[in-house]
C-alpha cells in the first residue's frame, strides 16, 4: 500500500532478542518481564510497572485495583467521569465492576475531553475521572489531575494512545494514580500484543500483580499490606487473595519492548517530523480541522475532520483515498454513545455531545510511522484538496 495505517517498526535487534528467549528456556513471565517493568517505569518517572498483555487487560486490572483497594475502594454504582471518544476498553472494564459513566464532549481541535465541562459533570456519587489522550495528543493531564484532587477523585489515565507525548515537561502516563499502555502492533512501542500499568502508589502495584495472574500472592512480597503469610511455604504456593485473571505476559514480549523502548525517543522523533510537514500542509486550511497540540504530541497519527458546514461528500472522499491507495479509519471509534455495546451500559451525559458526533461524521485518521512520509502526506494533500473544493 502506498500509505500504510500501520507499519512494523521492528529491525534485527527485535527478531535477535526473540531469538535469545527461545534460546533461554524460559518463555513465561519471569526476568525480562521484570526488566521491562522496571525500565519503562523509569522512563516515565515513575515507581512501579506491571506489565499484562495488552492494553486492554492494563484498563481492566487497574479498575479491578482501584474496586480492592483497603480504604476507599471504587463500588457499584459509583459514578466516574469519562470523554465521549475512546477505544471500547477504555469503558468496558468501568460496566464490568458496576461503575456507572458520565460522558463528557471533546473539544473538535484537540479531540480530548472538554475540561470546561467538568465541574458540571460532578455530582455527589463522582469517585474518578479517566483521562484520555487521543492519539498522541496529551489530554488537559494537569487540569483533571487537579480536579481529582480537589474533589477526591481518582484519576485513571487511559495512555494507550500517547506514549512519550509529554505535557509541561512531563511524560503522559505520569498524572494519574495509575495509567495504562498499549504495546500493539503500529503503536509507540510494538510488542505484538502486550500493555504495562504505571504507578507510584504501592497498595495499587501489589493489587496490581495479584489481579493479573489469578488473584494469588505468589509475586508479592513478604512484608505486602495486602495479606499476613502463614508461614507454610504449601500453602502459600497456591494462596488466592482476590478474584483475578490470568493476563500475564509473555518473556518474549517483554525482550522486544526492551528493544523497542531503546529506539522509542528517536522514533518519536521521526514522528514529530512527520507531524511538522503534516501541519505545514494542512494547518490553517479551512476547509480541515486537525489536531491542535496540547503539550507535545507523540504524534500517534494524523487527523481530518471534513468541515461540515461544506457540505462536503465524505464519500466521494473516502472512495478518493481508497483510489489513491491511503489507508484511513474513523477517529479511535468515534462517538462511543453510538456503538450499539452502549445498551449494556448504566450511564448519562453532561450536555449534548455535538464535537463526537462531528468527529464520528466527518473525521478519520491516517498512519504515522517513523520513517519520512513526506511523500505520503504529499499524496493525502494532494487528493484532498481535489476533492474538497
Ligand atoms: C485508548 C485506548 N485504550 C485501550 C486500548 C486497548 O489496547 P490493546 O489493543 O492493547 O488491548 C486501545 C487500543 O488501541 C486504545 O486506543
Same mark, same amino acid.
Given at each position: 500500500?502506498?500509505?500504510?495505517?500501520?507499519?512494523?517498526?521492528?529491525?534485527?535487534?527485535?527478531?535477535?532478542?526473540?531469538?535469545?528467549?527461545?534460546?533461554?528456556?524460559?518463555?513465561?513471565?519471569?526476568?525480562?518481564?521484570?526488566?521491562?517493568?522496571?525500565?519503562?517505569?523509569?522512563? !516515565?518517572?515513575?515507581?512501579?510497572?506491571?506489565?499484562?498483555?495488552?492494553?486492554?487487560?492494563?484498563?481492566?486490572?487497574?479498575?479491578?485495583?482501584?474496586?480492592?483497594?483497603?480504604?476507599?475502594?471504587?463500588?457499584?454504582?459509583?459514578?466516574?467521569?469519562?470523554?465521549?471518544?475512546?477505544?471500547?476498553?477504555?469503558?468496558?472494564?468501568?460496566?464490568?465492576?458496576?461503575?456507572?459513566?458520565?460522558?463528557?464532549?471533546?473539544?473538535?481541535?484537540?479531540?480530548?475531553?472538554?475540561?470546561?465541562?467538568?465541574?458540571?459533570?460532578?455530582?455527589?456519587?463522582?469517585?474518578?475521572?479517566?483521562?484520555?489522550?487521543?492519539?498522541?495528543?496529551?489530554?488537559?493531564?494537569?487540569?483533571?489531575?487537579?480536579?481529582?484532587?480537589?474533589?477526591?477523585? @481518582?484519576?485513571?489515565?487511559?495512555?494507550?494512545?500517547?506514549?512519550?507525548?509529554?505535557?509541561?515537561?512531563?511524560?503522559?502516563?505520569?498524572?494519574?494514580?495509575?495509567?495504562?499502555?498499549?504495546?500493539?502492533?503500529?503503536?509507540?512501542?510494538?510488542?505484538?500484543?502486550?500493555?504495562?500499568?504505571?504507578?507510584?502508589?504501592?497498595?495499587? !502495584?501489589?493489587?496490581?500483580?495479584?489481579?493479573?495472574?489469578?488473584?494469588?500472592?505468589?509475586?508479592?512480597?513478604?512484608?505486602?499490606?495486602?495479606?499476613?503469610?502463614?508461614?507454610?511455604? !504449601?500453602?502459600?504456593?497456591?494462596?488466592?487473595?482476590?478474584?483475578?485473571?490470568?493476563?500475564?505476559?509473555?518473556?518474549?514480549?517483554?525482550?522486544?519492548?526492551?528493544?523497542?523502548?531503546?529506539?522509542?525517543?528517536?522514533?518519536?522523533?521521526?514522528?514529530?517530523?512527520?507531524?511538522?510537514?503534516?501541519?505545514?500542509?494542512?494547518?490553517?486550511?479551512?476547509?480541515?480541522?486537525?489536531?491542535?497540540?496540547?503539550?507535545?504530541?507523540?504524534?500517534?497519527?494524523? *487527523?481530518?475532520?471534513?468541515?461540515?458546514?461544506?457540505?462536503? #461528500?465524505?464519500?466521494?472522499?473516502?472512495?478518493?483515498?481508497?483510489?489513491?491507495?491511503?489507508?484511513?479509519?474513523?477517529?479511535?471509534?468515534?462517538?462511543?454513545?453510538?456503538?450499539?455495546?452502549?445498551?449494556?451500559?448504566? @450511564? #448519562?451525559?453532561?450536555?449534548?455531545?455535538?464535537?463526537? #458526533?462531528?468527529? !464520528?461524521? @466527518?473525521?478519520?485518521?491516517?498512519?504515522?510511522?517513523?520513517? #519520512?512520509?513526506?511523500?505520503?502526506? *504529499?499524496?493525502?494533500?494532494?487528493?484532498?484538496?481535489?476533492?474538497?473544493?
Amino acid at each position: 500500500m502506498f500509505y500504510e495505517l500501520a507499519a512494523s517498526t521492528w529491525g534485527e535487534d527485535e527478531r535477535t532478542a526473540i531469538l535469545d528467549v527461545l534460546d533461554s528456556g524460559r518463555t513465561t513471565m519471569g526476568g525480562r518481564v521484570a526488566a521491562f517493568e522496571e525500565a519503562f517505569a523509569r522512563y !516515565h518517572g515513575r515507581q512501579y510497572g506491571v506489565m499484562v498483555n495488552s492494553g486492554s487487560s492494563a484498563n481492566l486490572v487497574a479498575i479491578a485495583a482501584l474496586c480492592h483497594k483497603q480504604a476507599r475502594p471504587l463500588q457499584r454504582g459509583d459514578e466516574v467521569i469519562v470523554p465521549a471518544i475512546s477505544w471500547a476498553t477504555t469503558y468496558h472494564p468501568l460496566l464490568q465492576y458496576g461503575l456507572k459513566l458520565r460522558f463528557v464532549d471533546i473539544e473538535l481541535d484537540t479531540l480530548n475531553m472538554d475540561c470546561a465541562q467538568l465541574e458540571r459533570a460532578l455530582t455527589p456519587r463522582t469517585r474518578a475521572i479517566v483521562g484520555v489522550s487521543i492519539l498522541g495528543n496529551p489530554a488537559p493531564l494537569d487540569i483533571m489531575r487537579r480536579f481529582a484532587d480537589r474533589h477526591g477523585l @481518582y484519576f485513571f489515565e487511559d495512555n494507550c494512545e500517547s506514549a512519550d507525548a509529554e505535557l509541561g515537561g512531563r511524560k503522559a502516563g505520569g498524572f494519574g494514580d495509575m495509567s495504562s499502555f498499549s504495546f500493539f502492533f503500529s503503536h509507540h512501542i510494538a510488542t505484538m500484543e502486550g500493555g504495562m500499568v504505571l504507578t507510584d502508589d504501592v497498595e495499587l !502495584h501489589h493489587l496490581l500483580r495479584s489481579l493479573r495472574a489469578h488473584g494469588w500472592t505468589r509475586d508479592l512480597p513478604a512484608d505486602t499490606p495486602l495479606y499476613k503469610r502463614t508461614g507454610s511455604d !504449601h500453602f502459600e504456593a497456591y494462596r488466592f487473595i482476590l478474584p483475578g485473571y490470568n493476563v500475564r505476559p509473555l518473556e518474549i514480549t517483554a525482550a522486544i519492548g526492551l528493544v523497542q523502548l531503546q529506539k522509542l525517543p528517536a522514533m518519536t522523533a521521526q514522528r514529530r517530523e512527520n507531524l511538522a510537514v503534516f501541519k505545514a500542509k494542512f494547518d490553517g486550511d479551512p476547509r480541515f480541522v486537525i489536531q491542535r497540540e496540547n503539550g507535545k504530541s507523540s504524534a500517534f497519527a494524523f *487527523t481530518i475532520i471534513l468541515d461540515p458546514r461544506r457540505s462536503v #461528500d465524505r464519500e466521494r472522499v473516502f472512495a478518493a483515498l481508497r483510489d489513491a491507495d491511503i489507508g484511513f479509519r474513523m477517529i479511535t471509534g468515534g462517538n462511543f454513545l453510538r456503538h450499539d455495546v452502549i445498551k449494556y451500559y448504566d @450511564y #448519562d451525559t453532561v450536555g449534548e455531545i455535538r464535537n463526537a #458526533d462531528i468527529a !464520528h461524521d @466527518y473525521g478519520f485518521f491516517v498512519g504515522n510511522h517513523p520513517h #519520512d512520509l513526506t511523500p505520503q502526506i *504529499t499524496r493525502l494533500y494532494e487528493v484532498l484538496d481535489r476533492t474538497c473544493n
